[in-house]
T-cell receptor, first 114, second 116 residues
Framework: SQQGEEDPQALSIQEGENATMNCSYK?????LQWYRQNSGRGLVHLIL?????REKHSGRLRVTLDTSKKSSSLLITASRAADTASYFC??????????????FGKGTKLSVIP | KAGVTQTPRYLIKTRGQQVTLSCSPI?????VSWYQQTPGQGLQFLFE???????NKGNFPGRFSGRQFSNSRSEMNVSTLELGDSALYLC???????????????FGPGTRLTVT
């Protein structure tokens, strides 16, 4: 079952502009992660933000987390054509027996036009 | 360090057959998880293995099974294949240390399975 829901489903911007993607989820989490996927290939881990953190930066990426609203956003600044990909948020939670599970949303398809 | 590797990368099978996919985690990673990705359902968790034991299982029928070996390599098996099993199957590994949470999962390139 899907936990995270990304918004928008698709986003098209010009190179150099900023791209913002949002993610909402339903249940309590230990952390939230963002991944990138190029053309049906494997997922590349971008950034992880823990439930007690509110904001995190990594290069041109900025992630925020609002646990009271159960939502997160990913901002990519000064986008490049190479940023064209699908972006997924995934909520991470531990179950009994210490098992950790990621639950993914359906993703935002970002197109950056040169 | 070498990344997560999956073999084969592409596979075509016929309905009713069975298939085995292989995953080699990053050296030192002890947890391996499997996911199925389809256009309709997106990325869905199949199961997670740690120290040769399945610790967690997603909502998939019993036709989907897996195992993990003592070197942390993992295999998943799908028996009696159906058309709907056509998907990209992704394996992810993560480092696990007792008392320390290491939540980042590193994904392999996937195995694209087509069932005809």
């Amino acid at each position: 079952s899907q936990q995270g829901e990304e918004d928008p489903q698709a986003l098209s911007i010009q190179e150099g502009e900023n791209a913002t993607m949002n993610c909402s989820y339903k249940t309590s989490i230990n952390n939230l992660q963002w991944y990138r996927q190029n053309s049906g290939r494997g997922l590349v881990h971008l950034i992880l933000i823990r439930s007690n953190e509110r904001e995190k930066h990594s290069g041109r990426l900025r992630v925020t987390l609002d646990t009271s609203k159960k939502s997160s956003s990913l901002l990519i600044t000064a986008s490049r054509a190479a940023d064209t990909a699908s972006y997924f948020c995934a909520t991470g939670a531990y179950s009994g027996a210490g098992s950790y599970q990621l639950t993914f949303g359906k993703g935002t398809k970002l197109s950056v036009i040169p | 360090k070498a990344g997560v590797t999956q073999t084969p990368r592409y596979l075509i099978k016929t309905r009713g057959q069975q298939v085995t996919l292989s995953c080699s985690p990053i050296s030192g990673h002890r947890s391996v998880s499997w996911y199925q990705q389809t256009p309709g359902q997106g990325l869905q968790f199949l199961f997670e293995y740690f120290s040769e034991t399945q610790r967690n299982k997603g909502n998939f029928p019993g036709r989907f099974s897996g195992r993990q070996f003592s070197n942390s390599r993992s295999e998943m098996n799908v028996s009696t294949l159906e058309l709907g099993d056509s998907a990209l199957y992704l394996c992810a590994s993560s480092l696990y240390r007792s008392g320390v949470t290491q939540d980042e999962q590193y994904f392999g390139p996937g195995t694209r399975l087509t069932v005809t």
